[in-house]
């Protein structure tokens, strides 16, 4: 009986140590659970809803409800002014926003991409406030062989006749172009197209200033780089800076010799008579 006692007891207490084993071994795991969860919480990223393009988008479509797409986008990697609301796109007067830069599947709408709502993707979506558009006449030397494509930015010369003969003068420096002929379209095909006419973007004093000047002599346009920030300096060249000729200053006059007179009357005229210098 004895004997039956102990083994039960022994195995009681084997069953006892069993159990806190197990349960240590539960509580460990729980912990390392928790704390991984605690570290991939840490990780989350806030996200916002954005609207993006659902399509590839082009130049002058209009834009549809069906055409764009909300997507999770970072919070702290979101650009300025992007569409968040559904209702911004698309205001409920019905008023239509077209397309003014191409978009690829999956790119954020932007205010810059897009017209305002009711506006068309004409030129007039381009200009800046208080700015005016001007077009310049031009042909294949003048306007950069055809390389130019709108927001492209270009220095202006005037050539003609001045006081001093024909001279090339910089009158304006980073002017941007809105147009080229009739398409204000910057995603148009990358190759040399010979324009007749460049519209650009100008104030109303640039804007008297260059028709003066497309009056007045020939016009011609200088491509400035895209990373190009640096100011262009005032420019003036004529014939003779050109070729090297330099001014000669004119002779010196000899003096002129001195002549002494004497007036008198002669009947009712007054006359001036010659008389020999007294230079003592």
Do not use: H
């Not at 996200?47 to 069906?66: D, F, I, N």
């Not at 020939?218 to 060249?237: F, I, N, P, T």
Request: net charge neutral; proline share 6%; with cysteine.
């Amino acid at each position: 009986m004895r004997i039956v006692f102990g083994l039960v007891l022994v195995m009681g207490i084997g069953l006892a140590g069993f159990a806190a084993f197990m349960a240590q071994q539960y509580v460990n795991q729980s912990q390392q659970e928790l704390a991984q969860a605690r570290a991939a919480a840490s990780q989350v990223v806030e996200t916002v809803e954005v609207y993006t393009a659902r399509r590839a988008l082009r130049y002058g479509e209009r834009l549809q409800r069906e055409d764009v797409i909300p997507i999770k986008w970072p919070r702290t990697a979101t650009p300025r002014n992007i569409f968040t609301d559904i209702d911004e796109l698309f205001p409920e007067n019905g008023d239509a926003r077209y397309v003014i830069r191409a978009m690829e599947p999956g790119e954020p709408l932007l205010p810059s991409k897009i017209t305002r709502p009711g506006q068309d993707a004409g030129i007039t979506s381009r200009l800046e406030s208080g700015m005016r558009a001007f077009t310049i006449q031009v042909n294949v030397t003048t306007g950069v062989s055809g390389f130019l494509r709108p927001s492209d930015r270009v220095d202006i010369y005037w050539t003609g006749r001045s006081q001093n003969g024909e001279i090339t003068r910089l009158i304006e420096t980073g002017v941007q172009i809105i147009a080229v002929d009739q398409s204000a379209d910057q995603d148009r095909e990358n190759r040399a197209v010979i324009a007749r006419n460049v519209t650009i973007q100008a104030t109303p004093q640039q804007v008297a200033s260059l028709a003066q000047a497309q009056s007045t002599g020939r016009l011609s346009l200088a491509l400035v780089g895209v990373m190009d920030e640096s100011v262009a300096q005032a420019v003036e060249v004529d014939q003779r800076s050109l070729l090297g000729i330099q001014m000669q200053e004119p002779a010196p006059r000899a003096p002129e010799p001195e002549r002494c007179t004497v007036r008198t009357r002669r009947g009712g005229e007054v006359v001036e008579i010659p008389i020999p210098c007294n230079n003592n």
